[in-house]
């Protein structure tokens, strides 16, 4: 059983940041690609940032420049570190995690964190 957690959001104002954890703990080897999502009001969930077990990141143009994704893979933990926050940045942030099984690989999801950025 695999579980994520994701700690860190909150209310800010605009041009304030952000930095969200998630910790990925359970039954495994290791974590492979990890990424941040999000879903604002009456949108679709949307790929914010991914990183892989190497360290190679990728970014929505929305969020490049202002967001920074790390992890630290001895502690199965992704960061989001969030500056220059906009109002469009408002949504709840999902933390996502791909672990190799036997023959197959399998995507673990968070419960999310909600991210408000408003004066």
């Known amino acids: 059983q695999v579980q994520l957690v994701e700690s860190g959001g909150g209310l800010v104002q605009p041009g304030g940041s952000l930095r969200l954890s998630c910790v990925v703990s359970?039954?495994?080897?290791?974590?492979?690609?990890m990424g941040w999502y999000r879903q604002a009001p009456g949108k679709q969930r949307e790929l914010v940032a991914t990183i892989t077990f190497g360290g190679i990141t990728n970014y929505a143009d929305s969020v490049k420049g202002r967001f920074t994704i790390s992890r630290d893979n001895a502690k199965n933990t992704v960061y989001l570190q969030m500056n220059s926050l906009k109002p469009e940045d408002t949504a709840v942030y999902y933390c996502?995690?791909?672990?190799?099984?036997?023959?197959?690989?399998?995507?673990?999801w968070g419960q999310g964190t909600q991210a408000t950025v408003s004066s």
């Open positions: 996502n995690a791909n672990i190799p099984r036997l023959g197959y690989s399998a995507n673990y």
């Open positions: 359970g039954t495994f080897s290791r974590v492979n690609g």
